[in-house]
């Protein structure tokens, strides 16, 4: 036996056992990569969504039922489901709050690293009001 040939048949099945060692930490690299995508996803359409409905509830007449339908309607559209919405008014500012957990938005049956955590956003904006006062000519 030549030196060729012992070298070739020595290096069978190195590729399968290199494969079986670096699959795993290459997969589990793949898949932790698009959860943190999904998050960054999930984080930016919640935030749209509490900023539009803050937009919404500035407008004099605004019900806090329509600004939680129009905050769920932009989550949902964005593939954002099952959404809690809050509206808190004062006297002259509305915060809208638009919170999920994780495990919602999370594409992997067992989210276990971010499973607990929950993602929130909160938009306050100014309400502002003109009151229009007459007075009666003297």
């Known amino acids: 036996m030549n030196i060729k040939q012992r070298t070739k048949s020595g290096r069978r099945g190195a590729?399968?056992?290199?494969?079986?060692?670096?699959?795993?930490?290459?997969?589990?690299?793949?898949?932790?990569?698009i959860e943190l995508g999904r998050l960054a996803l999930s984080r930016n359409v919640?935030?749209?969504?509490?900023?539009?409905?803050?937009?919404?509830?500035?407008?004099?007449?605004?019900?806090?039922?329509?600004?939680k339908s129009t905050a769920e309607h932009f989550a949902t559209v964005g593939s954002v489901d099952n959404v809690t919405v809050t509206v808190d008014?004062?006297?002259?500012?509305?915060?809208?709050?638009?919170?999920?957990?994780?495990?919602?938005?999370?594409?992997?049956?067992?989210?276990?690293?971010?499973r607990d955590q929950t993602l929130a956003s909160t938009t306050t904006m100014r309400q502002e009001s003109i009151t229009v006062t007459t007075n009666d000519p003297p």
Request: glycine share 4%; proline share 3%; net charge negative.
């Open 46 to 67: 919640i935030t749209n969504a509490s900023r539009e409905g803050a937009r919404l509830a500035i407008i004099e007449g605004a019900t806090d039922e329509d600004v």
């Open 89 to 114: 008014r004062d006297d002259t500012t509305v915060s809208v709050t638009v919170s999920i957990l994780f495990k919602d938005v999370s594409w992997l049956p067992n989210a276990w690293f971010l």
């Open 15 to 33: 590729a399968a056992v290199e494969f079986a060692l670096v699959a795993p930490v290459f997969l589990v690299f793949l898949f932790g990569t």
